[in-house]
Nanobody
Framework: QVQLLESGGGLVQPGGSLRLSCAAS?????MGWSRQAPGKQREFVAR???????NYADSVKGRFTISRDNAKNTVYLQMNSLKPEDTAVYYC???????????WGQGTQVTVSS
């Protein structure tokens, strides 16, 4: 059974930073992050392939960086210059070229507030 375990969420002040981690139970071609704010639909944040090709939502470009450690089957999301509108539950996902978000983690809460 595939497992994705997120960690690193918490409460941070505006302008601060957090680093999320997601450890997978296996190796996947694509790994990424999405988020869901209260009352809103889940939205794409960032994705990285096995070849380290990345893409980002416009709302986080220049502030968030996704990376992966293939030896550890782990993906990271470095979040800088955080804004209150970044407050959401952040979900890790993993998959294959034809189904990039086939598997999902349980989510980790990120709250940006003074």
């Amino acid at each position: 059974q595939v497992q994705l375990l997120e960690s690193g969420g918490g409460l941070v002040q505006p302008g601060g930073s957090l680093r999320l981690s997601c450890a997978a139970s296996g190796s996947f071609f694509t790994m990424g992050w999405s988020r869901q704010a209260p009352g809103k639909q889940r939205e794409f944040v960032a994705r990285i392939t096995g070849g380290s090709s990345t893409n980002y939502a416009d709302s986080v470009k220049g502030r968030f960086t996704i990376s992966r450690d293939n030896a550890k089957n782990t993906v990271y999301l470095q979040m800088n210059s955080l804004k209150p509108e970044d407050t959401a539950v952040y979900y890790c996902n993993a998959g294959e070229p034809r189904w990039v978000d086939k598997y999902w983690g349980q989510g980790t809460q990120v709250t940006v507030s003074s």
